[in-house]
């Protein structure tokens, strides 16, 4: 999410520019493509640049280093504790009842830690793709047989995962910055796949890093929090996301708690 030493701004994949897909190309060399500006990566036709540009952004999550470093930095994210409560209130607001959760981007299991503490008596599946962050989960779950941590690239669909557990369905499924690291149609097909695996009155919510309205905005929000933009965002704006969850049919879809780039979002199956 927010790491110190990238210059990459706030753009999503897809983003063109006037460079040929040559040139696009050449300046995609693997020991330099993180410290460039991203239009260079953008080229219309580049196709190779973007497909090594997302392969190497995703490849910092295989870090260990990387991993740690946004952990230190997450716990000193400000308001987090308001917006971690905002989400905890809803989710009680909104499953009364809860017994399977599924938690999309685990990372160390902070999140479904939280939701355990009002639901003892759940059953959870956390999902993650970094090495470190299954760790870190599985670590913190060890003494709890109820969570199952298992392998999974949000990038790759929910149905591919071999787990027959992961397919629901589920009363909640929770996500805590980390859908914001796949591309803008990745996000939309994925919000349909927590719709299809929520059961009738299953809830969804997202707390997320969502784009500012302005990139002057942005560069103020990264101020703030002293740090510089985590190259794997592909950060949406929260009023495209809430259309995006309203199409795959959520109801009351609202943008529920937010600060600044941090947006608590989320909806609810229909019964």
């Known amino acids: 999410m927010f790491v110190k030493n990238c210059r990459l701004g706030q753009h999503n994949l897809g983003k063109r520019s006037g460079v040929s897909s040559t040139s696009a190309k050449r300046r995609c060399h693997p020991a330099e493509a993180t ?3 991203k239009k260079h990566l953008y080229a219309e036709g580049a196709e190779e640049g973007l497909l090594l540009y997302s392969l190497l952004m995703s490849n910092q999550w295989q870090s260990r280093d990387h991993a740690a470093n946004y952990l230190t ?4 994210l400000p308001h987090r504790d308001k917006a971690e409560a905002a989400l905890l209130e809803l989710i009680q ?3 009364p009842s809860l017994t399977q959760v599924l938690d999309l981007g ?14 003892p008596k759940a059953r959870g599946i956390a999902l993650d793709f970094s090495p470190f962050m299954l760790e870190q989960a599985k670590e913190r779950f060890s003494n709890n047989p109820a969570v199952r941590i298992l392998q999974h690239d949000l990038d790759t669909p929910l149905h591919s995962c071999t787990n027959d557990e992961i397919q629901g369905p589920f009363d909640l499924v929770v996500s805590s910055f980390a859908i914001h690291h796949v591309d803008d149609t990745r996000k939309q097909a994925l919000y349909q796949e927590i719709y299809d695996r929520l059961r009738p009155g299953g809830f969804f919510a997202n707390l997320e890093h969502v ?14 929090i002293k740090a510089e933009e985590d190259p794997s965002n592909q950060l949406a ?6 259309s995006w969850l309203r199409n795959c049919g959520f109801s009351g879809v609202e943008c529920y708690w937010k600060w600044r780039e941090i947006a608590l979002l989320a909806g609810t ?3």
């Open 35 to 37: 410290a460039l500006p």
């Open 73 to 76: 930095r997450a716990q000193v």
């Open 93 to 95: 607001q909104r499953v």
């Open 106 to 119: 685990t990372g160390n299991g902070h999140t479904l830690a939280l939701i355990f503490q009002d639901y």
């Open 211 to 224: 784009a500012s309205p302005t990139q002057a905005l942005h560069e103020e929000f990264l101020a703030i």
């Open 237 to 242: 704006n929260v009023e495209n996301q809430l």
């Open 269 to 271: 199956r229909p019964a």
